[in-house]
């Protein structure tokens, strides 16, 4: 059903409700519980997000949606203004670099357990706006032949720290997230 724009309580309400944040929004809901004398009838949120899916092509296979912990810098609409990200700049990567660092990004974000929630990305697009805009405002310098890896903070006044790590695996990745306070640190 449409709510008229005139209504603006039951938008807010809405907009409240499934944590909208921007426009446009498509938001996965689960299935109505079968006791609604304890819900009133609210389904759960499965992911806010599910724009940045169907924009990125494969909305069958992880139907219905639930929001993984990692993705590619390049293709995200994730608001990356509201949490922590872990990225890793590999721009000048071949093909064969390029999967060995989203699957070690993958693995990292899959085994990560800190008390904080951190997105994780890859950034291997030399040509997309946003990852190229975010490797200047952190001052990493050109695309070069190594792996750059940043914690990026805006939440926290656009802090962010820089690893000087130019291998990249699960392993380095997580070491890097137990120890970047002892890291180059910068803001935006």
């Not at 219905?64 to 994730?78: A, E, I, R, S, V």
């Not at 990004?105 to 990305?121: L, Q, V």
């Not at 890097?176 to 803001?187: I, R, S, T, V």
Request: hydrophobic share 30%; aromatic share 10%.
């Amino acid at each position: 059903c449409a709510i008229p724009f005139e209504d603006s309580n039951a938008r807010e309400g809405l907009e409240t409700r499934l944590e909208v944040t921007s426009y446009p929004t498509l938001v996965m809901l689960g299935p109505r519980p079968e006791d609604d004398d304890d819900n009133y009838g609210d389904r759960p949120i499965i992911n806010t997000e599910v724009r940045a899916v169907i924009e990125n092509g494969d909305y069958i296979t992880d139907f219905p949606f639930y929001p993984k912990p990692w993705g590619d810098l390049c293709k995200t609409t994730d608001d990356i203004n509201t949490h922590k990200c872990l990225i890793v700049f590999h721009e000048a990567a071949d093909d064969e670099e390029q999967m060995d660092l989203e699957d070690a990004i993958r693995d990292a974000a899959e085994d990560y357990r800190g008390d904080e929630f951190i997105k994780f990305y890859w950034a291997c697009d030399p040509d997309a706006p946003l990852s190229s805009n975010i490797r200047q405002a952190c001052k990493l310098g050109p695309v070069g032949h190594s792996p750059r890896m940043v914690l990026l903070d805006i939440p926290d006044d656009g802090n962010f720290f820089v690893s000087d790590e130019n291998e990249i695996s699960a392993e380095t990745i997580t070491n890097f997230l137990a120890n970047y306070k002892d890291c180059k640190k910068g803001q935006i």
